[in-house]
């Protein structure tokens, strides 16, 4: 195959895949791995992790290692084809939706996503959470479905995340308008025991024991003005 036949077979994908193609979608399209390497050594693509290709034309933005993994949980199914809540995919969720966010400053180099059954990575660097999402629980960034930021500081309340931590994204979101103060209230209090609040269910607690780990109070941040919408 000329290298012209192939990079325009390929650009079907990477033009709207953030500049990435898998290399089952190559085949899909007629692009062998032979080809496909070829090209690499040509300088047209890069390999971004195993199986997932980026053009190097294309801009590198803070989400392709996100990007790249989303897209290997269901690696020959093109992206502008999957609905949000893919039963063979998955979302971006945890601390990777956090920073995605530009919440908080967790330190995890792993992209972690969670899916609708339980799978099994073996990428070290991918970290495969199982849990069944509702559409309220999701949202996009540039095409790529993340949870929502409330959804995302209830996943890491369950994994006991430091608390400091969790305050930090929290007044974070709530100063970006990403989530409402009082009904992150309502949602927190499954957690109150974890984090030491002996006043089961309580959110309002929770909140306040949270936001003391950083010097602030519930009701402090309540009264912060909200942002003006782009």
Do not use: C
């Not at 994908?13 to 090209?39: E, I, M, N, P, Y």
């Not at 949000?84 to 971006?92: D, F």
């Not at 073996?122 to 930021?149: F, K, Q, S, W, Y």
């Not at 269910?201 to 306040?208: I, M, N, S, T």
Request: net charge negative.
């Amino acid at each position: 195959m000329k290298t012209s036949d192939a990079l325009l077979l390929l650009s079907a994908f990477t033009s709207a895949q953030w500049g990435l193609v898998t290399s089952r979608q190559a085949k899909g399209a007629g692009v062998d791995g032979v080809t496909l390497h070829r090209l690499e050594k040509a300088g047209h693509f890069d390999r971004v992790r195993h199986g997932v290709y980026a053009a190097t034309i294309a801009v590198v933005t803070e989400a392709r290692n996100e990007q790249a993994a989303w897209l290997m949980l269901n690696a020959a199914e093109p992206a502008w084809k999957r609905p949000l809540l893919e039963p063979a995919g998955g979302v971006i969720s945890h601390g990777s939706a956090a920073r995605l966010h530009g919440l908080g400053e967790l330190v995890d180099d792993r992209v972690v996503l969670t899916t609708p059954r339980r799978r099994t990575s073996r990428d070290p660097n991918v970290r495969l959470m199982t849990a069944e999402l509702l559409e309220d629980d999701v949202t996009t960034i540039d095409g790529l479905p993340v949870t929502t930021a409330l959804r995302t500081i209830l996943d890491l309340l369950d994994q006991r995340t430091d608390g400091s931590h969790i305050a930090t994204i929290i007044q974070e979101a709530v100063e970006a308008d990403l989530v409402r103060i009082d009904v992150l209230a309502e949602r927190i209090g499954p957690y109150a025991l974890r984090y030491g609040v002996r006043r089961p269910e309580d959110g309002g607690a929770l909140l306040d024991h949270l936001l003391a780990e950083i010097g602030i109070s519930a009701a402090h941040l309540a009264r912060q003005p909200t942002p003006p919408r782009p």
